[in-house]
């Protein structure tokens, strides 16, 4: 039997696993399906199971998500709060290490599965107009710069709010040098001990030095460190053991030890005491333990803010101001103050606003920051510019298209952040391990114990105690943790700098396996800027103008790329326009209608087949021969008989031919299907070198394609820019969209390219290999790192060497380990791809 319920608590796809799994795990589940969009959960069972089965697994999993029949209210305590003002304002925060997939929280703090600091996202709107006020009346807030309107002062800018990240980094300072200012003094004491003759017994017996060494820790532990046995704690709560369950477990036990040996050294046999009396104490290495992972926490936080700059950097691009144009006069005003529509001035040098088409002039526009593509490039009016991009030496007059969130730097900056918060499926093999790696490194930490307590030198408890405590210090699973997600984010950021935008961390690691590509041809390997070259007629009855006339009708209609073409010539020609119904598009083929009460029909040969048109011998030589030459010809048919065409080229744009080479001697099979007829598609792959390629695809034709080169084992990489490359773009192993083509094409793609050509390509398998090869690098110096030093802190070498790992050393090695795998991350930023 199969009930669907709904769940409450889910904010992202992390959570829906999470519930799904959950209930999948309930006795007598065979299947559980839950669908984040609706809240629904499908369960399919055995045998009826009472709801509040499945209310108990959820409470037990953590109480953060909870069942209900249909129909039934949310709990109060399960509505989404409203987001909190958290550092920027942006309330979008996530764990760096993405325990649970692209979750987001509302507000800073840790990450309930791993225990790490949450990242704050950066965001567009996090960064908006500067606005002004007067140092002697702050409730004086002005959008521009001016006098002060109660005191005459001159105003001045607002100090932005500082980031969450910051405020971290702030906060951790502050508590390292706390901690540090009373860790110093305890490392001396218990340093001291090594002087001969040690002059500080002079002063007072060891005992009541122990005494200083514990008042001195109580601050470095219960405030500048407690954070790490909060964590610790709750995540030995919720069973999510991670990194801070073995500081917790290391440190803690050290520090209750010395206190318990300070309190009853009589309850302690003659081994764990010292010449003086007194039991050996750790204070020390608790406190400087502590502070070493502290200082690593504090060097993490610093680098992790290097991580998305490239997000920073892209949103420095929009500008805080626009000049509008008003009934003939300018005014300055806020960007956010920007409608569509409006009249934007941009001057030499300016950065422009936002997205729109040139109403007047011309001018040269540097797009580097957008497409990577150094070289500035010309614009006129009715070209499009888009926000961020800085303009030449003209003076322009645009029109508002799209603003705040709807233009390209605002989507290709929500794109980044998204994209670096997805997981990579090499990421699914750190998280296996580091599922079972703190529950063994404490079941290796135990046995070090009692190996050492057994066989171990005098005095063996005390050398027991500290080779399981370096054990639990050395082995942190963070570095392992941190592999992948940092490799993505910065990778991905350096991505978006090159006009290689990635939809997820999925599609780069797959491109890197990609062995064949498949190329569209119109606004792929071509401009996608398509010119009427000619229309001619082969028919007594209707003159070449009379053709135009009835092309131009109907494809008014029409959106196709060809059609406006053809009716941006007829315009120019100053053809008048005659009265079209019954229009209908046929995807991959034509156009039919009815114009002035005559049945026509435009588009391929497959058009005039399905049409029954009958095609004279004239005309179809003529087709062929301008085919033959690479030309676009659609076929134009009255009352079913074909009556002349149009011929439309298509130039290839200049950084094809070098692509496709150079994807071919990288070892990857390019393959070009397009919708065009045998002879054109044929002339292009000549030109491009292309071996092979298939004309007078449709959709489904290239779908099949696909499909066909997958069960051969293929992995297959997409590139296309129209709607009917999306079913195919939706299906290959990596899509690939161009920039300048549909919305839907680029939705239903993992990769775009900014620029829409295909350099791109080889950028997003250069930018593949360099972050594949990242992650690797920092997966083998995290378990390499793991499988010597646990060996070591347990005692390996001493037998043979005499050396042991002090677990002040194992805190050190283990804070920079995972520092060491963001500054490798870090090198992808000045890759080049």
């Known amino acids: ?29 065979t299947s559980a ?19 509040d089965t499945f209310k108990k697994a959820l409470e037990q999993d953590g109480g953060s998500y909870t069942i209900a029949m249909p129909g039934e209210e949310e709990p109060e305590h399960f509505k989404a709060p409203k987001k909190a003002q958290q550092g920027t304002g942006t309330g979008t925060f996530y ?10 929280y509302d507000k800073a703090g840790d990450c309930p599965v791993c225990g790490m600091d949450l990242v704050e996202e950066v965001k567009m709107d996090a960064f908006g107009a500067t606005q002004y006020t007067c140092p002697m009346h702050p409730e004086v807030i002005k959008d521009e710069p001016g006098d002060c309107p109660i005191c005459g002062m001159d105003l001045v800018p607002v100090k932005a709010d500082i980031s969450a990240e910051e405020k971290n980094y702030k906060k951790l300072l502050k508590k390292f040098w706390i901690a ?3 860790t110093l003094p305890i490392f001396i004491i218990a340093m ?16 009541y030095w122990n005494w200083i060494q514990f008042v001195l820790s109580i ?3 219960f405030y500048a460190t407690w954070m790490f046995f909060e964590r610790a704690y709750r995540s030995i709560k919720t069973w999510n053991l991670n990194m801070f369950t073995l500081i917790g477990i290391g440190a803690g036990v050290a520090w209750l030890f010395s206190v318990f040996g300070l309190l009853f050294p009589d309850f302690f046999p003659e081994q764990f005491k010292t010449h003086h009396g007194t039991v050996h104490v750790y204070f020390e290495a608790a406190t400087v333990i502590l502070i070493l992972v502290l200082m690593g926490q504090l060097l993490e936080a610093r680098a992790h803010s290097k991580t998305n700059n490239a997000v920073k950097e892209l949103l420095k691009l929009a500008p805080n101001k626009a000049v509008r144009i008003v009934a003939g006069k300018e005014e300055t005003i806020a960007i956010d103050k920007i409608k569509i529509g409006d009249l934007l001035r941009v001057k030499p040098g300016e950065k422009i606003p936002v997205d729109g088409i040139i109403h007047e002039g011309n001018t040269s526009i540097d797009e580097s920051m957008i497409t990577g593509e150094p070289i500035p490039v010309d614009k006129e009016e009715g070209d499009s510019v888009n926000s961020g991009t800085i303009n030449g030496k003209q003076t322009f007059v645009m029109e508002a298209l799209k603003v705040g969130s709807d233009t390209l730097l605002a989507q290709i900056i929500d794109m980044v952040n998204k994209a670096s918060r997805s997981q990579a499926p090499i990421q699914k093999l750190a998280d296996k391990i580091s599922a079972y790696f703190v529950p063994v490194v404490v079941l290796i930490s135990v046995i070090t114990f009692i190996v ?4 171990g030198p005098e005095p063996a408890y005390v050398y027991a105690l500290v080779n399981a405590i370096a054990v639990l210090i050395i082995a942190c699973p963070c570095a392992l943790g ?40 119109t606004g792929t390997i071509t401009e996608g800027k398509p010119s009427v070259e000619s229309v001619n007629s082969t028919s007594l009855e209707y003159s070449e103008d009379e053709i135009l006339q009835f092309i131009y009708s109907l494809n008014n209609l029409s959106e196709h790329p060809l059609a406006e073409a053809t009716v941006k010539f007829a315009k120019e020609k100053k053809v008048s326009l005659l009265t079209a119904t019954n229009f209908m598009s046929v995807t991959g083929k034509g156009v039919t209608g009815t114009v002035e009460g005559k049945k026509v029909a435009l588009g391929n040969k497959k058009m005039m087949e399905e049409a029954q048109v009958k095609l004279s011998d004239e005309l179809k030589n003529e087709v062929l021969e301008e085919q033959k030459m690479g030309k676009t010809v659609p076929l134009l048919a009255i009352d079913n008989v074909g009556v002349g065409y149009v011929v439309i080229s298509d130039k290839i744009k200049k950084s094809s031919k070098a692509a496709i080479t150079e994807l071919q001697n990288s070892g990857i099979e390019v393959i070009m299907l397009t919708g065009d007829n045998h002879d054109t598609a044929k002339a292009v792959a000549e030109i491009l070198g292309l071996a092979n390629f298939k004309a007078e695809m449709l959709p489904q034709d290239k779908l099949n394609v696909v499909e066909q080169l997958q069960k051969e084992g293929k992995r297959v990489a997409m590139a296309g820019d129209g709607i009917n490359d999306a079913p195919a773009l939706a299906k290959s192993d990596v899509g690939i969209a161009m920039g300048t083509g549909t919305d839907v094409a680029i939705e239903s793609a993992g990769i775009t390219l900014v620029k829409g050509d295909l350099q791109g390509i080889v950028k997003a398998r250069h930018l593949s290999e360099k972050v594949m090869g990242n992650i690797k690098q920092n997966l083998f110096f995290a378990l390499i790192y793991n499988t010597l030093g646990v060996p070591i802190a347990a005692g390996v070498l001493f037998p043979v060497f005499g050396l042991l790992l002090s677990p002040m050393i194992a805190a050190l090695a283990m804070s920079f380990s995972s520092v060491s795998v963001i500054a490798n991350a870090l090198r992808l930023r000045v890759a080049k791809i």
Not at 8 to 24: A, I, P, Y
Not at 95 to 104: I, L, N, Q, R, V
Not at 192 to 207: F, G, H, Q, T, V
Not at 452 to 455: P, T
Request: with cysteine; aromatic share 4%.
């Open 1 to 29: 039997m199969t009930h669907t319920y709904k769940i409450f608590g889910m904010t992202c796809n992390g959570c829906r696993s999470h519930v799904e799994e959950t209930l999948k795990k309930v006795e007598g589940v």
């Open 219 to 221: 601050p470095v532990v």
């Open 482 to 521: 941190l592999a992948t997600p940092m490799s993505v984010m910065v990778g991905v950021g350096k991505g978006a700098q090159s006009g290689v935008l990635i939809k997820n961390a999925e599609a780069l690691e797959r491109m890197d396996k990609i062995d064949t590509l498949i190329i569209d041809k």
């Open 192 to 207: 001291s001990e090594m002087i001969p003759n040690n002059p500080m017994y002079d002063l007072l017996p060891m005992k």
């Open 452 to 455: 050492w307590a057994v066989v």
């Open 95 to 104: 764990c760096p290490m993405h325990c649970e997939g692209d979750k987001t």
């Open 33 to 51: 399906f839950v669908d984040l969009e609706k809240a629904e959960a499908t369960i399919e069972m055995k045998e009826h199971i009472a709801i």
């Open 180 to 182: 540090g200012i009373f």
